[in-house]
């Protein structure tokens, strides 16, 4: 009790401290539900740019021969790492000749001390080829792709490391991370970045540039890394609709070098920040034999085996006290598949006295006011919401619409104090432009053949009640939406301690100014009303000649976990006396009050 009570002496010092640096009030979310804003997209900025031409020298290859390129990280457990990174050369032509993994070693040297690699660890190298059986459509085969996993890390330590084949000798330049501290109550990343649909833009550098000045200590890319299938494969430009631009095309082509780009563009930042990816849909990357998502499975590595989901679809690790669930929107998200199963166990297997803070992230939005992609994962939701629910997850990130929003707390399209926040932040800048529709918007509302998604089903459903009952569109911004604006931007995520955490979202417009935001709110965890695993006891008082017994209950959030009598002169079934009881609340009788 006494560390609980140092705990919200050591939150108030903090908010207050942040309130006085900013010299603004930065609200909670126990002081939601809040009323709907919405701000829309600035006609002075560009909704969209261009890509960065292949030849910036960001996007050009600086290494010769087999010396390793593109290096990226990825946390694996909590004392390991993994390394990445690609040698040789990639080919692309009519006939390409897929390299030798075998003919170059996969090395890790790692130490404490600048230049004092007193660690060495080997791994696995592959290539993939992106392959067209169509006429005059050129094949890809890609250089080495490097994935080691290095451990024994302490927390909260620097390690120097360089990666390569000692023996060519071809080992890269000395780079440097920082571990995250092991799970606990009390142990957080200091900034969590939240980006998506990034592509390679001027506006994603804005967006690159901006984050870096925020300083991460990890990085969770919710889907759509490249848009390389924005592009012919012969390369040439990018564009903004590949169908309008090339409504002839036999395929959904791709650029495979874009990805090359890409790992370089971003390898400053990701070499010394670990980056956490999910796949959107512009990794489908469709090609020879039905054969997708071949780049996004091939380059990056994840902790997919250390979180037992044995595939790159899905996965979830710990980041100090903050317990990350990366959901894969398509891939089988059924009740009856592997993931949710998966999903299932994993929830099961958290415990929360270690990691407090459960997150989840998946590409495509579950709770979206925007035209672009409205109710288009209804199915997804209406499989996994309930789970996520039950388990009390906290925050749920997404990308794939191309702005920001943030919700109310939400369960089941009704607001609800234990309902996850969601937050969209697809807004990284790629070449598709910023969205700019509200679904409420006049003339705004999808059509029946709109938003059909990539994968799985179509569940467009009207809303069963609230001010849009029977109407599948609101006609004001919904009241589960509490914030959104189109602009092009990124979020950081700065746990505080068990129960608070501050979210800023940055716009990019913003990048110059001191302790600016776009929005900002302290995200309040309250365990003792909604985590199953710290249920409340509460207990109900009843008129007792009306019902003639006291019941004891132990509820989470409004869901009844078990119920037991202390009194049962009655003597009725368990069913009945629940059935009783709930019949007694709903008529709005009784009342309960809370003891810990
Ligand atoms: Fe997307």
Redesign the pocket.
Known sequence: MEDCKLCMLVTFFLIITKMVATGKYIPTTLEGPFDPVTIRFDPSLRQGSDDIPMDDPRLKKNVTSMFPEQIALALSTPTSMWVSWVTGDAQIGSNVTALDPTSVASEVWYGKESGKYTNKKTGNATVYSQLYLFEGLLNYTSGIIHHVRIDGLEPGTKYYYKCGDSSLPAMSDEHVFETLLLPGPNSYPRRIALIG?LGLTSNSSTTIDHLTRNDPSLILMV??LTYANQYLTTGGKGVPCFSCAFPDAPIRETYQPRWDGWGRFMKPLISRVPMMVIE???EIEPQVAGITFKSYLTRFAVPAEESGSNTNFYYSFDAGGVHVIMLGAYVDYNSTGAQYAWLKEDLHKVDRMVTPWLVAAM??PWYNSYSS?YQEFECMRLEMEELLYQYGVDIIFS??VHAYERMNRVYNYTLHACGPVYITV?DGGNIEKVDVDHADDPGKCPSEGHNIPEFGGVCHLNFSSGPAKGKFCWDRQPEWSAFRESSFGHGILEVLNSTYALWTWHRNQDIYKEESSGDQLYIVRQPELCSPSTSLKVIFHFNIRELLFNSLFYFSCGKRIEVSLKRDPMRLSKERKQKKVQRYLQNGRGFCHCSS
Do not use: L
């Open positions: 649909d889907g759509d959107g849909n512009h590409h495509p992609h990308g794939h697809g």
